[in-house]
């Protein structure tokens, strides 16, 4: 605490000097070597080792009902948490700020990652702060600034497949929205949305559903969608289990994907590529983005804009979409 006295700033920020890591502007660096050679100050070897014991835990909570999307993010943190010598808690928040509140008795924890919806619960983001436990908040529908968040641009990215299916001839094309309440799920459905009104589609009610990403919602919003008297052409799940989902309930009316109906998906997991037909779908680097979330609690990153990461995203084609029979 001298040296940070002396020096001028915090202590955090005298130890990430004397730690040698690279975040730390040359004029602060240098005014806490100058107090260090001034104060005769000598590092404590045992003492470091021992706060080193006690930050080496990164929580994930999350609420999110896709396995297939969790189990890509905890594969994303663990990789990070290996390769650091960090080790991970992945706990499942469905009771809110009553799943978290015991955190704040964690001496060794570095920092939480929240993952949708979890990213946009006031009541946790604001435990978390007045405990002084730094978090980054996974695809934010905004970036306020107070925490460290990673995302992809998840409307501009359905957008682009509306503009996929519209190239291949579809207009009558279903959607299979997410809940209203995930943060994801509201903008992909506007990306949808905007797509449609982009080329000159207008969009019909009775064309979207609303599933829960469960496989067993996309079965049923799709047997919905076919019922209907001028059934769509093409259906655009907004994650890759409901478009398995789609798959299911066209093989058991049996219409063939993708020569009678296009099924298209968004998340490309593992299932995309497993499935047959294999999805066409929109990749979100999901390990990339947790890994980076990882990183930032790594770095002991301050709160702020400059904390702030917008990962690619792209389209990938495979084999269940084609153009609609004339």
Do not use: W
Request: proline share 6%; glycine share 8%; charged share 20%.
């Amino acid at each position: 605490m001298d040296v940070a006295r002396e020096a001028g700033v915090s202590f955090k920020t005298v130890s990430r000097v004397l730690n040698g890591e690279p975040n730390v502007r040359e004029p602060t660096r240098a005014r806490v070597m100058d107090a260090v050679r001034t104060l005769g100050y000598r590092a404590n070897p045992f003492a470091r080792s021992l706060r080193a014991a006690q930050s080496r835990l990164i929580a994930v909570y999350f609420s999110n009902p896709s396995r297939n999307y969790t189990s890509e993010i905890q594969i994303g943190v663990l990789e990070r948490c290996n390769a650091e010598g960090f080790n991970a808690i992945f706990e499942q928040a469905s009771g809110g700020l009553d799943s978290i509140v015991s955190l704040r008795g964690r001496p060794n924890l570095a920092g939480v990652i929240l993952v949708p919806p979890l990213t946009e619960d006031a009541a946790i983001m604001r435990h978390l702060a007045q405990a002084d436990i730094p978090f980054v908040r996974l695809a934010p529908i905004e970036a306020d600034g107070e925490a460290g968040h990673v995302s992809m641009d998840d409307e501009s990215a359905a957008g682009e497949m509306v503009d996929h299916l519209v190239s291949l001839g579809h207009r009558r094309i279903g959607f299979i929205a997410g809940p209203a309440e995930h943060p994801q799920a509201r903008l992909r459905e506007a990306g949808f949305l905007k797509g449609l009104a982009r080329h000159g589609i207008s969009p019909s009610s009775e064309l979207v559903c609303r599933g829960n990403f469960h496989f067993e919602s996309g079965v049923q919003a799709t047997e919905q969608l076919l019922a209907l008297g001028a059934r769509p052409t093409a259906i655009f799940a907004s994650n890759d289990d409901m478009a398995a989902g789609a798959l299911a309930a066209a093989y058991r009316k049996g219409i063939r994907v993708p020569e009678d109906l296009s099924v298209a998906g968004f998340d490309d997991t593992p299932l995309a590529s497993v499935v047959a037909p294999s999805l066409t779908t929109i990749y979100q680097p999901i390990r990339e983005q947790a890994g980076k979330a990882a990183d930032m609690l790594f770095g002991g990153v301050e709160r702020g804009p400059e904390t702030s990461i917008v990962l690619p995203h792209r389209l990938v084609v495979r084999e269940s979409t084609a153009p609609p029979k004339a």
